[in-house]
């Protein structure tokens, strides 16, 4: 069954930096558009970032005007795992941050397969 397997999240002070991990079990994920998003208690999910499938756009990005310069989305086909590098983290980038395969191409918000999530915390 495909599936999608997020990890990496944590505490982290002000100014630090994290890895984000979205690794696909059951399905080739260079195959889709993959979409990083996250979600904060009372808030409306957040479109963070996308990475286009190698096929469809050679592997082109897009990043939301708010992480733009601070976070880094990539993928190692040979792991079949995307990953998203946060740096210069702020209090307001904490949330649940999960990715999902998209149904057409970046930046989308109609969602296929679901990661679980993996949670963020900014704070001292």
């Known amino acids: 069954q495909a599936q999608l397997v997020n990890s990496g999240g944590g505490l982290v002070q002000p100014g630090g930096s994290l890895r984000l991990s979205c690794a696909a079990s059951g399905f080739i994920l260079d195959y889709h558009a993959i979409g990083w998003f996250r979600q904060a208690p009372g808030k409306e999910r957040e479109g963070v970032s996308c990475i286009s499938s190698s096929d469809d756009s050679d592997g082109s990005t897009y990043y939301a005007d708010y992480v733009k310069g601070r976070f880094t989305i990539s993928r190692d086909n040979a792991k079949n795992t995307v990953y998203l590098q946060m740096n210069s983290l702020k209090p307001e980038d904490t949330a649940l941050y999960y990715c999902?395969?998209?149904?057409?191409?970046?930046?989308?918000?109609?969602?296929?397969?679901w990661g679980q999530g993996t949670l963020v915390t900014v704070s001292l």
């Open positions: 999902a395969t998209l149904v057409s191409s970046c930046p989308g918000e109609d969602l296929d397969v």
